[in-house]
């Protein structure tokens, strides 16, 4: 009898776990002291999904976002409100680059952070980089549901949602990975990301036991 894949895990309803504590193991092992960075759009899922994802690989989970806000005692629209969006990119740069130099984890970023180039040398030297895509339509059903997107704050949220995609998706290519954040349970997405995690650090797919 054969080991379940991952995927045949998620489908049973087990979650998206690797397919044992070992291949946690073995994928922190091949990280080494880089962090898994998610990278995309607002409503892409990197917080909701970096967070299931670091608890799969037992490891520290970490968003930008609310670290930035934690830094400057405000939230992100009050930042905005108050000093603007270029104050607020360079609070978001010094913060991704000191969480980069604290060892492993998994950290989830802002819709804009992959955009400055110097972030991305940073999270090329000391992380593996995952853009979450998602269709517009995906987009648009998540952020409806919160109102805290500065960048939205506009008489058409669709039109301006569009105009980020057309201009960040060239962009947000250039990461190490890209994995489709589909309108599916969060837990098939994970495995996705384990799964093009895998093949990226190279490791051996171990040969299946017969029980």
Known sequence: MSMPTAAEETASGCGARPRASTDAAALRSALGRRSIVLVGMMGAGKSS????LAQALELPFVDADTEIEAAAGMTIPEIFAA?????FRAGEARVVARLLEEGPKVIATGGGAWLNP????????AGVSIWLKAEVDVLMKRV???SNRPLLASADPEGTLRALVEARYP????????VISRDAPHEHVIADVVQALSGRLDLARPNEEQM
Request: hydrophobic fraction near 25%.
């Open 49 to 52: 999904v970096g967070r299931r």
């Open 83 to 87: 000093h603007g969006e270029p104050y």
């Open 171 to 178: 962009v947000y290519a250039s990461a190490d990975l890209t």
């Open 144 to 146: 409806r549901k919160r």
């Open 118 to 125: 110097e972030t991305r040398a940073r999270i090329g030297e």
